[in-house]
């Protein structure tokens, strides 16, 4: 969001903003300043701190009257903002915000009984300057004295203030007997400043206890803040004193190196650094490849960039164009020439867009004065963290909070040969020869994914699959998706398992010789391949990071951390988010989202926190399967069979027909809850161009999609996704769902 704020500018004068809104008293003013430990609030004034500089001006007339002020910055142009509490509208605030020339004047700023001189100087503090003013209305609305103000701030702009800025303990009802309404002093002890605001008792109270809710997802009091940081209630600050960590946080200014560091250069903790940074925090970011065991490694954007999404979506589109190639002769191209793949020329074009992307990255985070080292991220001890460089140099740095978005690396099977013969998704997309015969290990989406654009073109590939295939997702769409795979060439072992891997010759690539045995049984097998891909799911990048060492708490056996739904960890300063939270999908778009969410929230006061719910997905493998929602198996473990109604159908896209391609093979459904007006709960769809299908239908979902809404919708003729328009087959009938025609 941007500045609330408009300008006007006539020639040959300085600059008056407009303000276009108010503020409640729980989204108010300029954040603490740097030198600044203690704020107060008292009617009349502003967060002390030293001034370096004076601005002053005077109110003149009453609720609309004009304001005037000047500031006595030298040399060149001084901008902010400034806010200050509307003395005639209790628990209101004004926004003022003002640009001008050294020694310039401002005129006709806006009125709303705030004073002027204030004003002045809040504009002055909120730019990278200092500054001070006072002032009085002489003329003050009907009813009120004439009253004083002053505003004394220093540099650092930043964000709204929050009411974690300062130390601070909510009271409530059973409290000791309250103070008087608003913030008031607590006893000092040694360097400890306290401040205690009684909910209760404060005009404003019911808006404090709301928002503390929503940003502490704590109901219960006190809830305790301790510079900046939420420590919760009792229980929790003795714990923390405990640990060591509450005396870490009570020393008196801590001299951080940053705000912000995130530990993890992919996309979920680009997103969170770039976004503090634009809410004007210093922020450091520290992201370190470790290389595979066949030595590959890559550059800044995480893996969807470099090792992901992205080189998977340009060898699965590689593969669909020598589809294309084939079905093009039914549609008149002609052409003599033998068509064949060469793979060093894509991964060639693949690695230089990359590439692209990998200094895009790090241009933007030069722009917006984010700082990124390439170096390994290990926490030492609170707040402060170890960084060891690709030569093995250390430089230890410090932070007010930290992020951790390491993400997850390919999984090993822990067998002979496994890490000195075999490849991972980590090496294929930089592979600098053709794979040629290839055992693809695995049944999760990865393993498909690359399993189907190898064959696409034009190697021999084998699957082998332990138990089921895409778990997790809808076991019929995943059936469907192997039956269609196994009518294109690839070929599956079920139930077998590798148990030992060995070098037959040496090559590019050389010969493999596999032994696997049966899940099912003492059977076992052999097979000789040139490559073989393992795919077997992915670990988090936690266990080497020293979070023990801080006390973060994470799943042993996965890796994963456990957080609140507002991405922290179970140590208050400590946030994560991307493939490294349990329970949350692994998605790309799910990490941005989190990332930039939760920066505004630290930073930026805002309150909206990342949805995990109808989060859509599309496994792009040779026939595209995309969901959103349920899948019939837990859509029936969470609301009983009875209640859902199925309704599907079989569909033959135009494009196959003149093709001849394969009738009768794509598939749509959707699960609907039959208690909730028929509310659409799962949405599935297998056929070409998926993820274009069920992106524009998640955000119907988003909005309660119903059954009669998407009858009552009018398709698009012809194409695959007006096929849900029209559904009127259900699983319970059991109709045939066969097409005859388009």
């Given at each position: 969001?941007?500045?609330?704020?408009?300008?006007?500018?006539?020639?040959?004068?300085?600059?008056?903003?407009?303000?276009?809104?108010?503020?409640?008293?729980?989204?108010?003013?300029?954040?603490?300043f740097a030198k600044s430990r203690r704020v107060r609030w008292a009617s009349g004034h502003w967060p002390?701190?030293?001034?370096?500089?004076?601005?002053?001006?005077?109110?003149?007339?009453?609720?609309?009257?004009?304001?005037?002020?000047?500031?006595?910055?030298?040399?060149?142009?001084?901008?902010?903002?400034?806010?200050?509490?509307?003395?005639?509208?209790?628990?209101?605030?004004?926004?003022?915000?003002?640009?001008?020339?050294?020694?310039?004047?401002?005129?006709?700023?806006p009125g709303?009984?705030?004073?002027?001189?204030?004003?002045?100087?809040?504009?002055?503090?909120?730019?990278?300057?200092?500054?001070a003013g006072e002032g009085r209305h002489s003329q003050p609305p009907a009813g009120q004295c004439p009253w004083r103000v002053r505003a004394v701030a220093t540099r650092t702009p930043g964000p709204p203030l929050r009411p974690w800025d300062q130390p601070l303990v909510l009271r409530?009802?059973?409290?000791?007997?309250?103070?008087?309404?608003?913030?008031?002093?607590?006893?000092?002890?040694?360097?400890?400043?306290?401040?205690?605001?009684?909910?209760?008792?404060?005009?404003?109270?019911a808006s404090v206890q709301e928002v503390l809710s929503e940003l502490t997802n704590q109901r219960t009091v006190p809830n305790i803040f301790v510079n900046k940081v939420h420590m919760g209630g009792c229980d929790q600050t003795f714990q923390a004193h405990q640990s060591g960590l509450l005396q870490k946080l009570l020393q008196d200014d801590p001299a951080y190196d940053y705000d912000l560091i995130v530990i993890g250069g992919g996309s979920g903790g680009l997103a969170c650094a770039q976004e503090a940074a634009i809410l004007g925090r210093k922020v450091l970011v520290l992201d370190f490849v470790v290389p595979s065991p066949q030595g590959t490694s890559w550059g800044l954007g995480g893996t969807c960039v470099n090792v992901g999404c992205i080189p998977k979506k340009l060898m699965h589109q590689a593969a669909l164009?020598?589809?294309?190639?084939?079905?093009?002769?039914?549609?008149?191209?002609?052409?003599?020439?033998?068509?064949?793949?060469?793979?060093?020329?894509?991964?060639?074009?693949?690695?230089?867009?990359?590439?692209?992307?990998?200094?895009?990255?790090?241009?933007?985070?030069?722009?917006?004065?984010?700082a990124y080292i390439n170096s390994y991220g290990e926490f030492v001890e609170h707040h402060k963290i170890k960084a060891t460089n690709g030569k093995g140099q250390e430089t230890c740095y410090t932070a007010a909070k930290f992020v951790i978005a390491t993400g997850e690396r390919p999984r090993y099977l822990g067998i002979q040969g496994d890490k000195e013969y075999c490849i991972t998704s980590d090496d294929l997309f930089s592979l600098p020869y053709c794979p040629g015969t290839t055992l693809v290990v695995g049944a999760s989406y990865v393993a498909l994914e690359c399993a189907g654009f190898l064959a696409g073109l034009g190697l021999d590939v084998t699957v082998m699959v332990r138990s089921v295939l895409l778990r997790g997702f809808d076991q019929e769409m995943a059936e469907r998706v192997g039956s269609y795979m196994e009518q294109h060439g690839v070929r599956f072992l079920r139930k077998f398992v590798p148990v030992e891997v060995q070098q037959l010759e040496k090559g590019s690539p050389g010969k493999l010789k596999v032994m696997a045995k049966s899940t099912e049984g003492p059977e076992t097998i052999e097979g000789v391949y040139n490559t073989v891909l393992l795919a077997i799911g992915r670990d988090s990048?936690?266990?080497?990071?020293?979070?023990?060492?801080?006390?973060?708490?994470?799943?042993?056996?996965?890796?994963?951390?456990?957080?609140?739904?507002?991405?922290?960890?179970?140590?208050?300063?400590?946030?994560?988010?991307?493939?490294?939270?349990?329970?949350?999908?692994?998605?790309?778009?799910?990490?941005?989202?989190?990332?930039?969410?939760?920066?505004?929230?630290?930073?930026?006061?805002?309150?909206?926190?990342?949805?995990?719910?109808?989060?859509?997905?599309?496994?792009?493998?040779?026939?595209?399967?995309?969901?959103?929602?349920?899948?019939?198996?837990?859509?029936?473990?969470?609301?009983?069979?009875?209640?859902?109604?199925?309704?599907?159908?079989?569909?033959?896209?135009?494009?196959?027909?003149?093709?001849?391609?394969?009738?009768?093979t794509c598939y749509a459904k959707i699960i609907c809850n039959k208690l909730d007006n028929d509310r659409v709960i799962g949405f599935h769809v297998l056929g070409p161009n998926a993820g274009e299908i069920i992106q524009g239908f998640a955000a119907a979902m988003k909005c309660g999609l119903t059954k009669q809404l998407l009858d009552d919708t009018i398709g698009i003729h012809p194409t695959c996704a007006e096929v849900f328009t029209t559904l009127q087959i259900t699983k319970a009938s059991g109709l045939d769902v066969t097409q005859k025609g388009c």
């Open positions: 969001m941007g500045h609330p704020w408009e300008t006007k500018r006539s020639p040959g004068s300085p600059t008056v903003c407009t303000p276009l809104w108010d503020n409640n008293t729980m989204q108010l003013s300029t954040r603490p002390r701190s030293h001034a370096l500089g004076v601005g002053r001006s005077q109110g003149r007339g009453g609720a609309n009257g004009g304001i005037r002020g000047r500031g006595g910055m030298d040399p060149g142009r001084i901008q902010g903002r400034g806010e200050l509490r509307n003395p005639s509208r209790r628990g209101s605030l004004s926004v003022v915000a003002c640009q001008a020339e050294s020694d310039g004047e401002l005129n006709r700023g709303t009984a705030i004073s002027a001189a204030a004003a002045a100087a809040a504009a002055l503090a909120g730019a990278d300057v200092a500054g409530g009802p059973r409290g000791a007997a309250a103070p008087p309404a608003g913030p008031h002093r607590g006893p000092s002890s040694g360097h400890l400043q306290q401040e205690l605001l009684s909910a209760q008792h404060a005009d404003n109270g164009l020598g589809q294309a190639l084939t079905d093009s002769r039914k549609f008149g191209w002609e052409y003599s020439q033998q068509v064949k793949h060469n793979w060093g020329t894509m991964t060639e074009a693949v690695q230089n867009h990359i590439g692209s992307l990998n200094w895009g990255y790090r241009l933007s985070l030069r722009e917006k004065a984010v990048c936690t266990k080497k990071m020293g979070l023990e060492k801080i006390g973060v708490k994470i799943n042993e056996k996965s890796g994963k951390i456990p957080v609140n739904d507002v991405e922290q960890t179970n140590v208050p300063y400590v946030y994560a988010v991307g493939d490294v939270l349990e329970g949350k999908p692994e998605l790309t778009p799910i990490a941005v989202q989190a990332g930039k969410l939760l920066a505004r929230r630290l930073f930026g006061g805002r309150l909206e926190k990342c949805d995990y719910v109808n989060v859509p997905t599309v496994v792009f493998t040779p026939l595209e399967y995309g969901c959103c929602g349920y899948s019939e198996e837990r859509a029936i473990e969470v609301y009983q069979k009875e209640n859902l109604e199925v309704y599907h159908t079989l569909f033959w896209p135009l494009e196959w027909t003149v093709a001849c391609r394969d009738n009768n």
